[in-house]
Nanobody, 122 residues
């Protein structure tokens, strides 16, 4: 069983920065990626970024160049550094542990945290 806990969300003005943390407890297999999803209000879930156990990263085009995901395996923690935030980044951000074949925005696939809210005002 893997338990994920997100933190670091909050309210910022456009152009500001936030860093989200996702701390995992339990054993995570090497084929599992850490995934950041977000659920904007009234919109469908969006894939934000992924990071594999060996550090390979992927970013959605909407955040590339502004967001950076990293991990500290010794601390079992994944980070999402978000810079130059825009109002359209407002969402509930989730951390998930998923294999590539399970990479769907559905909580029955993989392990999920409860989410942390990010609100960006213009």
């Amino acid at each position: 069983q893997v338990v994920l806990v997100e933190s670091g969300g909050g309210s910022v003005q456009a152009g500001g920065s936030l860093t989200l943390n996702c701390t995992a407890s339990g054993v995570i297999d090497d084929d599992v990626d850490m995934v950041w999803w977000r659920q904007p209000p009234g919109n469908e879930c969006e894939l934000v970024s992924t990071i594999s156990r060996n550090g390979y990263t992927y970013y959605d085009a909407s955040v590339k160049g502004r967001f950076t995901t990293s991990q500290d395996n010794a601390k079992n923690t994944v980070y999402l550094q978000m810079n130059n935030l825009k109002p359209e980044d407002t969402a509930l951000y989730y951390c998930a542990a998923q294999t590539p074949s399970d990479r769907l925005c559905m909580k029955r696939f993989g392990f999920w945290g409860r989410g942390t809210q990010v609100t960006v005002s213009s």
